[in-house]
C-alpha cells in the first residue's frame, strides 16, 4: 500500500486484518519501530517531519534496506497473513511484492481530502512536509494504465511486471465506498 499521508492507509489495512481476513492476519508498518522510539524520546507528539527525518537518518547511518531488514527479522516466525501498511518506496515494493510476492494495493486520494484528514487526525500538519520524496515517491502508480474493476472505484494497473498485480483504491469517497473497492480486491486476489 503507497501513497500520501492521511490517504487512508491504515484504515484501510485494519479493514483488511479485522474483517476480511476475520483477525487473522497481523498488521505491523515499517514505521513503527520508527514510532516507538521516537515516543520514549519526546515529551508528547512527534511532529511527521521529525517522524521522516529520523528513519532517514538511521537508514543513512544503517543502509537503505534497515526498516525492510527490521520487520522482517520481526515477523519471519509469523504463521499469519502480514498487512504493511506503508510501503512507500519503491525499494520496499520491489522486497516486498516483487521478491517476497506480497500483494500490491495502492491507496489513492485526493490532496486536499489528504490534507483535510491530516489535520483531523494530527492536529495540522507542514504543508512543506507533504512535498517531501516520501510522500511521492510511489504516485507513478497512478499514472499506470489500469481497467476499472467493478462499480465502486477500484482499478487494476495493466502494465507489464512488476506492476500488473498492482490494485488501486479510490478513497476518495465515504468508508462504505472504500469497504466495498476492498471487499471486491479480496474476492479476487484471495
Not at 12 to 23: F, S
Not at 76 to 98: A, M, N, Q, T
Not at 137 to 143: D, L, N, R
Not at 185 to 190: A, D, T, Y
Amino acid at each position: 500500500m503507497a501513497t500520501s499521508g492521511g490517504a487512508g492507509k491504515d484504515t484501510v489495512a485494519d479493514y483488511i486484518v479485522n474483517t476480511l481476513m476475520h483477525k487473522e492476519g497481523c498488521k505491523r508498518a515499517l514505521a513503527d519501530p520508527i514510532h516507538e522510539l521516537s515516543e520514549k524520546f519526546a515529551n508528547g507528539k512527534v511532529e511527521r517531519h521529525h517522524l521522516q527525518d529520523f528513519g532517514e537518518s538511521v537508514r543513512k547511518i544503517f543502509g537503505h534496506e534497515t526498516w525492510i531488514h527490521l520487520l522482517d527479522k520481526e515477523t519471519k516466525e509469523l504463521e499469519v497473513p502480514l498487512v504493511i501498511p506503508d510501503i512507500r518506496k519503491l525499494l520496499e515494493y520491489s522486497h516486498f511484492c516483487v521478491e517476497s510476492e506480497f500483494l500490491p494495493l495502492y491507496v489513492k486520494v485526493n490532496p486536499e481530502i489528504a490534507r483535510e484528514r491530516l489535520t483531523v487526525r494530527d492536529g495540522g500538519f507542514q504543508e512543506k512536509d507533504l512535498h517531501r520524496n516520501i510522500e511521492h515517491q510511489m504516485k507513478f502508480i497512478e499514472s499506470l494504465e489500469t481497467e476499472k474493476i467493478g462499480k465502486n472505484g477500484l482499478r487494476k494497473v495493466v502494465s507489464p511486471f512488476p506492476f500488473n498485480n498492482v490494485y488501486i483504491v479510490d478513497n476518495d469517497g465515504d468508508y462504505e465506498n472504500t469497504k466495498k473497492q476492498l471487499d471486491l480486491w479480496f474476492e479476487r486476489v484471495m
